[in-house]
Every structure is written in C-alpha cells, then in structure tokens.
C-alpha cells in the first residue's frame, strides 16, 4: 500500500538495524526494508548498493569507531556478512541532566524534619 505526500508516492517501509562486516570494518546502522520482505531478498537484488542511516564505522582490527553519519551506500560487493539486529527503535529524547546534590557544611540549608523524627545531629565544637 502506498501513502500520498505531496505529488509523490511512498511506500511504507520497515526500519532494522543491522551490523554488517566487511573485510576491514564493522558497520551498524538503520536499514528499511519492504513490509514482508527479507534483508536476504535485497541482498540478492540487482541494486549493488546496500543503503543504511544512523551509521557508526568501526574499524575489525582495532575496535575503534572510526566515524558516523547519516547516510552511507556500501557496495554489495565489499559485504563479508549481515547480521540482523532486529527492529530498529525511534531516536531516544536526550537524558535529562542529573540531579546536583546539595552543598555539604553549615552554609547548606536543610529542611525541617518530618513529624516525629529528632532534628539531625550538629557537629559540636570541643570546649577551649
């Protein structure tokens, strides 16, 4: 089934995430694939580029990751395996900053305590 946008077509695709490896490289990223279709079936199409989004290059030898970015067409040819990851998920929103604690000391303010706990121990200076 096709949706309308604009004055042009689109067909509805499904987003997985996959690790492929070449010969020098590991590379994970985002690919869509047709509704019902197999990652297997595209492979083995007549297109000789394997597109992704969200993609991190990391290099075998070492295990660094080399680069990401948006978008990359990796030759078929240069594909050693795919490993199918499973569906991809939606960006997660950034994490919320974490909470700052209070400053320690007597400059630090503390709220009044609850009813029927004792107020907290202060430090007492020793007698000259």
Do not use: W
């Amino acid at each position: 089934m096709c949706k309308k946008i604009g004055m042009a077509l689109k067909t509805p695709r499904e987003k997985l995430l996959v690790l492929i490896y070449t010969v020098t490289h590991r590379i994970e990223g985002t690919y869509f694939k047709m509704p019902g279709s197999r990652l297997l079936d595209d492979l083995n199409g007549r297109k000789e580029f394997f597109p992704l989004t969200q993609v991190k290059v990391s290099s075998l030898a070492e295990g660094v990751l080399l680069f990401e970015t948006e978008f990359m067409a990796i030759g078929k040819d240069q594909v050693v395996f795919v490993v199918e990851k499973g569906p991809a998920e939606a960006p997660s929103a950034p994490a919320a900053p974490a909470p700052t604690a209070a400053p320690a000391g007597p400059a630090a303010k503390s709220s009044p305590p609850a009813s029927g706990e004792a107020p907290p121990e202060t430090p007492q200076s020793p007698a000259p």
